[in-house]
């Protein structure tokens, strides 16, 4: 064979043997996968096994559950049947679904008829579904359902019970629907219980008002007001009424009331109940409470006024007693007939107890307190006569005593008016002199005795009161004004001094009878009082006015001793009395101030008229004698106490100011005032009057000559007064010219 053709052979059996070594290599790799997939397999097979083991334990567990379950279920059901309290079950449409015995029992139906039905067609009926339920479906309608746990009351009046419902959702696994559980509890007896309690705590809080009441009421009409609606409250009653009882009439008055018709009050306060008839009759005499019924609207309740009280139909009367006496009654009307319990009727004694206790302490505690007042008025009474004496004693101005006690007369008793008149025979009229309360009468006024009654005082000397202007026939002028003014009762009182009426002393009223016994005798006090500080007034005024004269002749016996002095010492005081007053002098002042001016030169009666009227010039001898008066001027009047508070002015009204005066030297303020004030006055005069050895001064000198020595001589303060009121023409400068010849 050629070499060729084995060299082709060769290459087909290498090319053979290569695809061949390929194709043991492929089937190399396909053992491997196949071995591998075996591998798989057989753990695949393993896994199975283990499944297959594990579901057969599943299974076992499962028929091992649905064995419990149905045993739960029937415990559940068992359970649900035995469970007291109502319970059903419905679906979104509100048809049951369940229910348990205690919801069949209560249903009176079969269970036939329930499951399936609407429930408020069954138990409760409240023809449609409960708005909670509604509620649930429209949660479900919007939200998606959701679980809501609520309760509620539903009361079932066709078997006179009322139930706790709560209402449970629940959702319906793998739909869209939902079931509502209700679980109902019946809580009649629990709400009864709490009614009952209720009523109790506001019978109790009642009674605590009451109490309460009585413990800080000492108003009775008070207390039996808070009485009146407490009881109407605690008994139930559809009104209320209080009555108090009058010892002085024997019946029992209307006091308060509570609940009544506006239509009826006007009867009921005015009618009284008698003691001795009928129901109240027996309350009174049992101390205990009593209760009718009527049956013509009150008409045949013996002894209670009823009529006008068309529909009451039972009545209970409660008597307060206190220590076997009537204090009053507590009468309530029902508009319904109706009998009392055993505790009802504990409950009203228990009121009458407490109420007639509180009465009585009211009672006691009004009685205590009228005695206190009558004697805290009588103590009044007293510190204001004892005041009044001090104050109208305390002056001895008619007018400030007049004024003064007729104020008083509001502090002594409850008048719109007080007058004092003072009789004036010569003018056959009363003369106003004080008061306050009425303009009739102006102060000063004159009311002639023909025009007012008053003048029956004067002549019988004899009180007058009169309780009603408004009935009395006829009425003077006088009187008729007041009556005009408003003023309807009045007292008069006359005022005697040495058993002759000089005046009226009148409190007054704008009420009718309004004053007592003891007003009429405070003012008839008080009048003799005021006649007593008139007449010491009076007397006193009298000797005033005999010292005034006195000294008033005394200082013109003094300026007469030379006519260059004559009046010398009137006008010096006149013009220290416009200085003391613009100054605001008090009167008393005012009056030691007159004194000193008329006595101020008091001394010179021991100066001989030769050296008073010597026309040149003075002396030393003479002008030390002339210094002397004013010391002289102070011994004359030392003995006189009354004329005490003067001496120092008589003393030093010639000292100067910057102290070179006599007869002390005192200078500035350490000079009396009165002495400073007459300083001026008397060297106003002095310059003002001619004397033997000059003319006197023009007025604008003088007043240039009081500047100039002002500070000096005079004190500034004293010569600015006195030179304002010359240029204001409030004080007047006299010039005293001595006729030819006099000397």
Known sequence: MPDDAVENVLREREEEISLLKRDISLKDSEIVRMKEALRKFEEREGGLEDERKAIIYMLEDINESTSKVETAQKEWEATFDAISSPIFIHDDKYMITRANRAYQKIANMPFR????????????????????????????????????DV??????????????????????PGSDGYSAVHVMEDITEAKRAEASIKEEMDVTAHLLMISEA?????????????????????????????????????????????GLDREFLPFFRTDSLNADEGIVKTAVETGEPVAAVTSQGGREVQGLPLKWIKDARTVAVVPLMSAGHSLGLIVSIYLTERGFTEREMRVMQGIANQVSTALEQARLHRYSVDKAMELSHKIETIQVMNEIDRSILSTLEPGEILETAVRMVSRLMTADRATVAL?????????????????????????LFAETDASEIVFAGRPQYIPDLSESSPLLPLEQKLLKEGFLSHI?????????????????AKRKAAF???????????????????????????????????????????????????????????????????????????????????????????????????PGK???????????????????????????????????????????GYPEGLKGETIPLFARVLTVADTVDAMAADRPYRKGRALPDIIAELERCSGTQFDPQIVKIFKGLYERSAIRITRLNVPEGAI
């Open 113 to 148: 008829e329930i499951i399936g039905s609407p429930y408020y067609d069954i138990f409760p009926r409240t023809g449609g579904p409960h708005s909670v339920c509604s509620e649930f479906k429209d949660n479900r309608d919007e939200k998606g359902a959701r679980d809501v």
């Open 151 to 172: 309760e509620a009351e539903v009361a079932s009046p066709e078997t006179g019970r009322v139930f706790k419902v709560r209402f449970y959702s629940v959702k319906i």
């Open 214 to 258: 009585t413990a800080r009421t000492t108003d009775i009409e008070k207390l039996m007001e808070d009485v009146a609606r407490c009881n109407s409250r605690i008994m139930r009653a559809d009104a209320s009424m209080s009555y108090l009882w009058d010892a002085s009439s024997g019946v029992f008055r209307p006091s308060q009331e509570y």
């Open 423 to 447: 009789a004036d025979m010569e003018r056959q009229g009363f003369i106003y002199a004080s008061g306050f309360g009425t303009a009739v009468v102006p102060k000063g006024a004159v009311a």
């Open 492 to 508: 008069r009182v006359p005022l005697t001094v040495k058993g002759e009426v000089t005046g009226v002393l009148t409190a007054g």
């Open 516 to 614: 007592t016994p003891e007003d009429l005798q405070t003012l008839e006090k008080l009048a003799a009082q005021i006649s007593v500080a008139l007449e010491n007034a009076r007397l006193v005024s009298d000797l005033r006015e005999l010292f005034l004269g006195t000294v008033k002749s005394l200082s013109s016996a003094i300026d007469t001793k030379s006519p260059w002095t004559a009046g010398h010492s009137e006008r010096v005081t006149t013009y220290a009395l416009a200085i003391g007053a613009e100054m605001g002098f008090s009167d008393k002042d005012l009056k030691d101030l007159e004194l000193a001016g008329l006595l101020h030169d008091i001394g010179k009666l021991g100066t001989y008229e030769t050296i008073l009227d010597k």
């Open 618 to 660: 003075l002396t030393d001898d003479e002008m030390s004698i002339m210094r002397e008066h004013p010391a002289k001027g102070a011994a004359i009047l030392e003995p006189i106490k009354l004329l005490k508070n003067i001496r120092p002015a008589i003393k030093y009204h010639h000292e100067y100011y910057n102290g070179t």
